[in-house]
């Protein structure tokens, strides 16, 4: 503000000569003020500034190379991720493998349980079947004899001999036999 003052003081002084003394005084006073002014701004204002940038710029780098580790990181849990996936893949798999290989071998058990009840009752139905048979070639046995005393008896009503009886009787066991086995 002083060269204002000067400025106004000396208002006949002409701007263009150089030589006079208000001139250099003012020069001198724009000087002085322009340093005091660098030297306030350059404590108060550029230092915190800069300090201010470069705890940013330390804030920034920070930052990046956390972003950095986060993101190897990722990749890495993703990498884990995946192997994990791939893992129980392969676990679900053998679990269905072993799930298959139970349900056959259940179904072959079944099966294999089904035809020795199968079996079973085709042998006792085989037995009851040959019991009945035996039963009656027994029953068919007994009235061929029961017959052919009959036959006997009325033939030796006729007057056959014992020899004829004898031979009769063989004959019809020998008959009765024959059709018992077809």
């Known amino acids: 503000m002083p060269w204002i003052l000067l400025a106004q ?7 263009m000569n150089t030589h006079e ?4 005084q003012a020069g001198a006073w724009a000087w002085a003020i322009f340093i005091v002014l660098l030297v306030l701004l350059g ?3 550029w230092g915190p500034i ?12 920070e930052s ?7 993101e190897k990181a990722t990749r890495e849990l993703q990498e884990t991720n995946r192997q994990l996936f791939a893992k129980a893949q ?5 679990i269905v493998a072993e799930a298959r290989l139970a349900a056959k071998n259940a179904a072959d058990d079944v099966l294999a349980k089904t035809h020795a009840e199968v079996e079973a009752q085709r042998q006792r139905f085989t037995r009851e079947t040959q019991l009945m048979v035996d039963k009656a070639r027994a029953d068919l046995r007994r009235e061929t004899v029961d017959l052919a005393l009959q ?11 014992d020899a004829d009886h004898r031979r009769l009787a063989e004959q019809a066991l020998r ?8």
């Open 90 to 94: 392969q676990e679900a798999q053998g």
């Open 151 to 161: 036959v006997a008896s009325k033939l030796a009503e006729r007057g056959l001999s």
């Open 21 to 24: 003394l208000a001139h250099w």
């Open 175 to 182: 008959d009765a036999e024959s059709v018992a086995r077809n």
């Open 64 to 70: 990046l190379k956390k972003a950095e580790e986060i």
């Open 9 to 15: 003081e000396h208002a006949e002084l002409d701007p």
């Open 43 to 45: 404590k108060f204002a």
């Open 50 to 61: 800069a300090k201010g940038l470069e705890a940013r710029s330390h804030r920034i780098a």
